[in-house]
């Protein structure tokens, strides 16, 4: 990680980490938004837990950093969804086959029982549809920002990208949402 003060880049050895106690204790209370920022990434449960799980298993080895924690266990999550996209690719494992049927990784995410107007469940799945049509660059970065509510300069650490593309990309993802959806967000 680039050190803007002493001008050189850091390893986690020369950082200062948190405390394994310290670091259980936060990892329980970023499980919530750990899981639906792998859902974000995943579009499905069953690989978003499979995702938490490696998530917090390389980090309870790793370690996080005290300055930027949750830039951290951001950026980690993300990097082995990426690795496991590449081995999925290697062996050509995006589905399965259960049965003699072909059998896709999406998820059915469970609507929220509060929202039982038609219009609320039209207006869920307009969405998500939408969010699927997305880049996943756009997809990652809105649900950073919107799902997971950090802010754009903790999204630019943990992506290592410049504040201007966050803002650039948060921008053209939204721009992209209301035109699917009619501009109605």
């Known amino acids: ?3 803007s003060f002493t001008g050189s880049t850091l390893n986690m050895s020369e950082r200062t980490v948190l405390a394994d106690e310290v670091l259980r204790r936060y990892l329980v209370e970023e499980m919530g938004s750990m899981r639906r920022y792998a859902l974000s990434l995943t579009g499905s ?3 978003a837990d499979d ?4 998530t917090v298993e ?5 370690g996080l950093p005290v300055d930027a924690p949750k830039a951290w266990l951001v950026r980690v999550c993300k990097n082995l969804w990426i690795d496991e996209i590449r081995k999925r690719k290697i062996r050509n494992h995006d589905s399965y086959s259960e049965e003699g049927e072909e059998v896709s ?5 469970p609507s929220n ?10 207006r869920y799945d307009a969405i998500g549809e939408a969010l699927e049509k997305l880049t996943e660059d756009h997809r990652v970065i809105l649900s950073m920002i919107v799902v997971e509510g950090l802010s754009y300069a903790q999204v630019a650490e943990a992506l290592e990208l410049p504040v201007g593309t966050v803002m650039s990309r948060v921008a053209r993802a939204r721009t992209s949402l209301r035109k699917q959806i009619g501009g109605e967000i």
């Open 58 to 62: 390389r980090v309870l080895t790793g």
């Open 105 to 109: 990784h999406v998820a059915d995410i």
């Open 51 to 54: 995702l938490v799980q490696a």
């Open 45 to 47: 449960l069953h690989d």
């Open 1 to 3: 990680m680039w050190n």
């Open 113 to 122: 029982p509060v929202e039982t107007r038609i219009d609320d469940v039209r």
